[in-house]
């Protein structure tokens, strides 16, 4: 199945996705990639856990998912703000 030219891929063992919320490491992110032998992925959950919402008080909160980089490709970060009310 071909992919769309705006997929983005993230394959290799080493492959690794953290997530910090104000600074502070948060949740879980898991591959999502269904039917698959490869360690590949186009698709991951994130999971907060209840500590992890607990400890959000009202107001702006910085979200910031990493990605290390690998032979192929590299690291680059995604960074965002959210809002809790």
Same mark, same amino acid.
């Given at each position: 199945?071909?992919?769309?030219?705006?997929?983005?891929?993230?394959?290799?063992?080493?492959?690794?996705?953290?997530?910090?919320?104000?600074?502070?490491?948060?949740?879980?992110?898991?591959?999502?990639?269904?039917?698959?032998?490869?360690?590949?992925?186009?698709?991951?959950?994130?999971?907060?856990? =209840?500590?992890?919402? =607990?400890?959000?008080?009202?107001?702006?909160?910085?979200?910031?998912?990493?990605?290390?980089?690998?032979?192929?490709?590299?690291?680059?970060?995604?960074?965002?703000?959210?809002?809790?009310?």
């Amino acid at each position: 199945m071909a992919q769309s030219p705006q997929a983005r891929i993230i394959c290799g063992n080493g492959a690794t996705l953290t997530v910090t919320i104000d600074g502070h490491a948060a949740g879980k992110v898991t591959p999502f990639n269904p039917g698959s032998t490869k360690s590949c992925f186009e698709t991951a959950h994130f999971d907060l856990s =209840a500590k992890d919402t =607990a400890s959000l008080s009202t107001g702006k909160h910085a979200f910031k998912m990493s990605y290390a980089g690998d032979s192929t490709f590299q690291p680059s970060d995604l960074v965002a703000e959210f809002n809790v009310t």
